[in-house]
């Protein structure tokens, strides 16, 4: 069953996952959010975002998903400028980036398994497919037993789980997470970010935004620290 | 890959039913409203429809009734009738005696008894002339008019064309008053349909942002929206027929009972199958319309951030 989850799809071998080449990003009333960001994070590089809240965090998150746009340099995800990228392909370029967030963002109103099949079933899947996978990758996260509950009925941990086990669904070659542990506690939080580390051991690329200092020490991975929008540690 | 995408689309068919099965109140009553707007303008083609079946007979009477002199015989009638088919532009001439006129209003008016207290008959020879079907207006035709007008033995000549061209015209005007009106009420259709359409979908933000988070195409996301606003207009379109059926039904009796006063020259007539089926799907394409349109307009507008 984890053999399944743990190849990650991998369309065409670029070594380099994700590049931001001096990258600024204004917001016409609220000024500039990014300023001149410039880094790269290598096929399987599991590396923290920090830095006080404001400090431009979600807006870099945002600009990988596509959600809003920079104003100058460039982004290329997978070797692809998103800059250029039309409307039409942002869909596609979200299948290959495992979103997740603060609040979970789950539907209350579906099952567990209809919310963790929804990347699939988006992009097509068969029946018999998402069945399967989706088992799997409640498995992978310790919900195996719960795919009929109501989200709203499970713990805050369960939820993120759900979400983790939405975002890795269609094997997706970078997760983002955007405060993942936010809403947790620090055991649970270790919990989570254990099983970012096992997508990272199969070749993932992981992106965490935190403020969580503490965990970012205690784990020892790269960091890269935001300050006003300036990258002032890679 | 093929059954992949029947699955998603029967998926979205039968979700999109279920939402709305979920709501009944708020379905139903937009259903309702649909399906007044839908029957009214159904309505209104079977009436005109109907008149249309009760004037449609009076095609052939394009014809001009020569009163003649109450001194001219019978056979002096039919001697002038000869002579006008000779006529330019007349295609037939027809003489109805005096007893032959005398016969057709007994048998026609339900003024027999009252003839018998006649001691003589009142009526005129009548010629009845067919001008050819070219001549349906215009100059010649007042020429021919006033030619037969001028006969010696004319009492007074008297167009039937105009009047059946006045209930022609009539005709033609509630004809297009039905078109103008089934417009405006498909116009209102495609409101009310594209408003519960936006209502669904500003319920449903969430929904949308996650799935497009998730990589859906703007396709996946309107599929079952599209889906709604078919089963809201089909629905409708059932319902409007079962209300036009029904108001027929009821008016059917009365309606027997006048035919049968004027000896079953009318009888109703029903939606046919085949209006049936292009009343159901002329207002499921307007529901699918409606909510397309909406999609369009509001899907760019819905944005994850």
């Known amino acids: 069953m984890r053999n399944s989850l743990s190849t990650p799809y991998l369309p065409k071998i670029n070594r380099i996952m994700l590049k931001f080449d001096h990258v600024s990003k204004r917001y016409p009333d609220a000024g500039d959010a990014l300023l001149d960001v410039t880094f790269h994070l290598q096929r399987g590089e599991f590396a923290f975002l920090t830095g006080h809240s404001g400090a431009g965090k979600s807006t870099l998150l945002k600009l990988i998903a596509v959600m809003e746009r920079c104003s100058r340099g460039q982004v290329l995800l997978d070797g692809q400028n998103l800059n250029t990228a039309s409307d039409r392909q942002i869909p596609y370029i979200r299948r290959k980036l495992g979103l997740i967030f603060q609040d979970y963002k789950l539907l209350q109103d579906r099952t567990v398994f209809d919310n963790v099949a929804l990347p699939l079933v988006v992009a097509g899947y068969s029946h018999f497919d998402i069945g399967r996978r989706v088992r799997a990758a409640l498995d992978k996260v310790g919900l195996l037993g719960k795919e009929k509950?109501?989200?709203?009925?499970?713990?805050?941990?369960?939820?993120?789980?759900?979400?983790?086990?939405?975002?890795?669904?269609?094997?997706?070659p970078l997760i983002l997470a955007d405060e993942p542990t936010g809403n947790l506690?620090?055991?649970?939080?270790s919990e989570i970010m254990k099983l970012?580390?096992?997508?990272?051991?199969?070749?993932?690329?992981?992106?965490?935004?935190?403020?969580?200092?503490?965990?970012?020490?205690?784990?020892?991975?790269?960091?890269?620290?935001?300050?006003?929008?300036?990258?002032?540690?890679s | 890959m093929l059954q992949a995408y029947l699955d998603i689309h029967a998926q979205a068919l039968f979700s999109s039913l279920g939402r709305l099965a979920r709501a009944p109140v708020t379905s139903l009553m937009t259903v309702s409203v649909l399906s007044i707007a839908i029957s009214l303008a159904a309505g209104f083609y079977l009436l005109v429809a109907n008149i249309q079946q009760l004037t449609g007979g009076l095609e052939d009477s394009n014809q001009i009734s020569l009163f003649l002199k109450d001194q001219v015989t019978d056979d002096a009638g039919v001697k002038l009738a000869e002579k006008i088919k000779t006529f330019v532009h007349v295609q037939d001439a027809k003489v109805i005696t005096k007893n032959q006129g005398l016969a057709e209003f007994r048998e026609y008016s339900g003024f027999g008894d009252a003839l018998k207290a006649l001691d003589k008959n009142p009526l005129p020879t009548v010629i009845q002339v067919m001008p050819e079907h070219s001549l349906e207006e215009g100059p010649q035709l007042d020429e021919l008019f006033k030619n037969l007008t001028d006969l010696q033995e004319v009492d007074f000549a008297q167009l039937d064309m105009q009047w059946v061209k006045r209930l022609y015209s009539i005709?033609?005007?509630?004809?297009?008053?039905?078109?103008?009106?089934?417009?405006?009420?498909?116009?209102?259709?495609?409101?009310?349909?594209?408003?519960?359409?936006?209502?669904?979908?500003?319920?449903?933000?969430?929904?949308?942002?996650?799935?497009?988070?998730v990589?859906?195409?703007?396709?996946?996301?309107?599929?079952?929206f599209l889906y709604t606003g078919f089963w809201l207009g089909f629905s409708s379109g059932i319902l409007a027929w079962i209300?036009?059926?029904?108001?027929?039904?009821?008016?059917?009796?009365?309606?027997?009972r006048l035919s049968g006063l004027y000896d079953g020259v009318f009888s109703m007539r029903y939606l046919s199958f085949g209006e049936m089926m292009s009343l159901v799907a002329i207002s499921s394409l307007l529901g699918v319309a409606a909510a397309w349109a909406v999609l369009c307009y509001q899907l760019r507008l819905t944005k994850p951030e």
Not at chain 2, 215 to 224: D, K, L, S
Request: aromatic share 4%; no cysteine; net charge neutral.
């Open chain 2, 243 to 256: 209300a036009v059926t029904v108001m027929l039904f009821i008016l059917q009796q009365p309606i027997d």
């Open chain 1, 149 to 172: 509950k109501l989200p709203q009925t499970l713990s805050g941990g369960e939820q993120q789980r759900v979400g983790i086990a939405r975002a890795v669904i269609n094997k997706p």
């Open chain 1, 196 to 233: 970012f580390e096992d997508f990272q051991q199969v070749g993932v690329t992981v992106l965490i935004a935190t403020h969580d200092i503490a965990l970012v020490e205690r784990m020892g991975h790269r960091v890269l620290q935001l300050d006003h929008g300036r990258l002032v540690a």
């Open chain 2, 215 to 224: 990589g859906a195409t703007n396709r996946f996301i309107q599929r079952p």
């Open chain 2, 171 to 213: 005709m033609e005007l509630a004809d297009r008053g039905v078109t103008l009106l089934s417009f405006i009420l498909a116009l209102a259709v495609l409101f009310i349909t594209g408003n519960t359409i936006r209502l669904e979908l500003h319920n449903r933000r969430d929904e949308v942002i996650i799935a497009k988070l």
């Open chain 1, 185 to 189: 506690d620090p055991e649970l939080s």
